[in-house]
């Protein structure tokens, strides 16, 4: 079975600091993670991906996460929040079998206050 | 490159009312397929999966169908809509296997009224 938990259905930051949204995974296969944006009336952009080769992700827009085995986190980070970071962000699991099982997160909304 | 269309972005539908969102995929082959309900503050969750023509998954009750009578064709369809069924739909592709990439398309918004 496989689960992703993210710990925060809202964050709020002043444009120009750092954004923490975070992420814990379950999984009983060696997982693939991913982070999507979501911006309002739209699909969901790919933003990042780990698929077990560096634990250390580099997306687009300045987005990164570190995948830490030991803590079962994919905490998605930015070191400085633009105005049109705004939107949702929902951190997904992927693990192996039949049809690729993916499991998507509640999504956290993160609001930029100029 | 690989695209994804989904049609139509926005549509109001009266109860009782069929239903028919379209959704294709260009530049591969044999992908898997999905259908994605997202309501309204709430996240997303899996209605149906192919891997193949013809070879449709539900993971939830409902009153919703899906077919996939071509490679890279997928379509929700529903015989009587319910108040319930309003929602913004996402059709997705990704390659087959495990751990790769979901790609998304711009999603459609059904209110039933």
């Known amino acids: 079975a496989q689960s992703v938990t993210q710990l925060d259905s809202h964050v709020s930051v002043s444009e120009g600091t750092p954004v923490l949204l975070r992420c814990n995974y379950s999984?009983?296969?060696?997982?693939?993670l991913f982070w999507y944006v979501q911006h309002p009336n739209k699909g969901l952009q790919l933003l990042l991906k780990?698929?077990?080769?560096?634990?250390l992700v580099k997306g687009i827009n300045g987005f990164e996460a570190e995948f830490k085995k030991s803590e079962t986190s994919f905490h998605l980070t930015k070191p400085s929040a633009h105005m049109s970071d705004a939107a949702e962000y929902f951190c997904?699991?992927?693990?192996?079998?039949?049809?690729?099982?993916?499991?998507f997160g509640t999504g956290t909304k993160l609001q930029v206050i100029p | 490159s690989q695209t994804i269309h989904q049609w139509p972005a926005t549509l109001v539908q009266p109860v009782g009312s069929p239903l028919s969102l379209e959704c294709t995929v260009e530049?591969?082959?044999?992908?898997?397929l999905y259908w994605y309900r997202q309501a309204a503050g709430r996240g997303l969750q899996l209605l149906f999966y192919?891997?193949?023509?013809?070879?449709i998954s539900s993971e939830v009750p409902q009153n919703l169908s899906a077919s996939r009578p071509q490679d890279r064709q997928f379509i929700l369809s529903s015989k009587k809509l319910l108040l319930s069924d309003s929602g913004f739909y996402l059709c997705?592709?990704?390659?087959?296997?495990?751990?790769?990439?979901?790609?998304f398309g711009e999603g459609s918004w059904l209110t039933v009224v």
């Open positions: 530049g591969t082959s044999n992908p898997n």
């Open positions: 997904v699991v992927s693990g192996s079998g039949g049809y690729q099982k993916v499991t």
């Open positions: 780990y698929t077990s080769a560096a634990t």
């Open positions: 999984s009983s296969y060696s997982p693939s």
């Open positions: 192919s891997v193949g023509i013809g070879q």
């Open positions: 997705a592709w990704s390659q087959g296997g495990s751990g790769n990439t979901i790609y």
